[in-house]
């Protein structure tokens, strides 16, 4: 089965932790994406790397960090200095025809 | 201004009706939009994709894109409860980046 997994679906944090989103892909895309969803709101780039061990700033990079050391992986660390960071967290992978789709997403509670 | 307007709704239809979603966009860069269906809790999953101006059609859906006024639609023929979700549209540019709007929550009912 070819496709986007993202762990855990689900995912509670204490306040001042560092929390890592793990997203994998089988697809063979060379693109990743990192979204952001809160409600009501579309989603938000957080960040993106086009190929392995390169990654660019999104919109809303601060407050986080990633790593492309293999194509298949492309893991989100939400560190204590992003100010919000309770939100749904989307994984995404594009094709060289642009197609973009989308890991289940893990839900995040830091409280 | 947004890269992508939309209008969030929500739209409550019935069963069967002819639903229209819409988005305009602000950037006339080189670009390509595409619309996805979003249920609640779950990623989203790509339903359309267009480079051009015109229609594309996929079984009961159909993608509109007008260029000139910068306007994209999707067009849902004989709607089902099945079809009720999130339904968000991007535009997509160049090193692959997509700009969605804040979706449209759509219900129909039987």
């Known amino acids: 089965d070819g496709g986007i997994t993202q762990s855990p679906k689900y995912l509670f944090r204490k306040e001042g932790q560092n929390v890592t989103l793990s997203c994998e892909q089988n697809l063979n895309h060379d693109a990743m994406y990192w979204y952001r969803q809160d409600p009501g709101q579309g989603l938000r780039l957080i960040y993106y790397?086009?190929?392995?061990?390169?990654?660019q700033k999104g919109d809303i990079a601060e407050g986080y960090s990633v790593s492309r050391e293999k194509k298949e992986s492309f893991p989100l660390t939400v560190t204590s200095a992003q100010k919000n960071p309770t939100a749904f967290y989307l994984c995404?992978?594009?094709?060289?025809?642009?197609?973009?789709?989308f890991g289940p997403g893990t839900r995040l509670t830091v409280t | 201004q947004k890269e992508v307007e939309q209008d969030p709704g929500p739209l409550s239809v019935p069963e069967g009706a002819i639903v229209s979603l819409n988005c305009t966009y602000s950037?006339?860069?080189?670009?390509?939009f595409m619309w996805y269906r979003q249920y609640s809790r779950k990623g989203p999953e790509l339903l359309m994709y267009t480079y051009s101006s015109g229609n594309k059609e996929d079984g009961r859906f159909t993608a509109q894109v007008d260029k000139s006024s910068k306007y994209i639609s999707l067009f849902i023929r004989d709607s089902q409860p099945s079809d009720s979700a999130t339904y968000l549209c991007a535009r997509g540019s160049t090193l692959g980046r997509l700009y969605f709007g804040r979706g449209t929550q759509l219900t129909v009912w039987p």
């Open positions: 950037n006339s860069a080189f670009q390509y």
């Open positions: 790397s086009q190929i392995v061990n390169d990654f």
């Open positions: 995404a992978s594009r094709n060289r025809g642009n197609e973009q789709y």
